[in-house]
Structures are given as C-alpha cells and as structure tokens.
Nanobody, 115 residues
Framework: QVQLVESGGGLVQAGGSLRLSCATS????????MGWYRQAPGKQRELVAQ???????NYADSVKGRFTISRDNAKSTVYLQMNSLKPEDTAVYYC?????????WGQGTQVTVSS
C-alpha cells in the first residue's frame, strides 16, 4: 500500500513563507513525477507544481516566481517552498504521486494566508 504523508501546512500572514513536505513509501525508482495540487472552497482542484523524474518542472502561472518544488530522492520526498504568500493561496494542498504502479494522493494539508 503506497502512502503519502504530508506536513508543513499552517497559518501565515500575507508575504510570509511555508514549506510543505510529502514523503512516500514508494521506491524512488518507480516514481515518474511528484507534485502538488490545491483546492480552495468552492473551487476545482488545480495543479500547483509538478516535478518529473528528469528534473523538469511545471508550475501554475499564479505561483511562478514564488513557489519552488524540489525533491530528496534518497527519502522519496518532495517539497514545496512557498514564498510571498497571498490570501488567494489559501487552500487545502494535496500531494500527488505518479508512479509505475499507479497514481496516488495525499490526505491534504491546510494552508491559510491571512491578510
């Protein structure tokens, strides 16, 4: 059973920073990509950032220049460094794993940015 364990969410003032972590029990050799989605109340879940095995990345336009996705291959962990946070970044953030056995989601972590 593949598990994704997220951490790092919380409450922060606008302009502040947070770092999300997502650790998986999956072997790094079976990981095709890892990434982060978010879902705000009343809105659809949207892709925030994605990091492929090759090292290439994909970011939503709304977070480019503010968020950075990175990984620790040895720990099969992906991080999302979020800087210059805005109230509109408030959402539940979900980690997603694309792997050879299949695609998996984390349980979500709340990020709240106060104005």
């Amino acid at each position: 059973q593949v598990q994704l364990v997220e951490s790092g969410g919380g409450l922060v003032q606008a302009g502040g920073s947070l770092r999300l972590s997502c650790a998986t029990s999956t072997s790094p050799f079976s990981i095709n990509a890892m990434g982060w989605y978010r879902q705000a109340p009343g809105k659809q879940r949207e892709l925030v950032a994605q990091l492929y095995r090759s090292g290439s990345t994909n970011y939503a336009d709304s977070v480019k220049g503010r968020f950075t996705i990175s990984r620790d291959n040895a720990k099969s962990t992906v991080y999302l460094q979020m800087n210059s946070l805005k109230p509109e970044d408030t959402a539940v953030y979900y980690c997603k794993l694309w792997s050879s056995p299949g695609d998996y989601w984390g349980q979500g972590t709340q990020v709240t940015v106060s104005s």
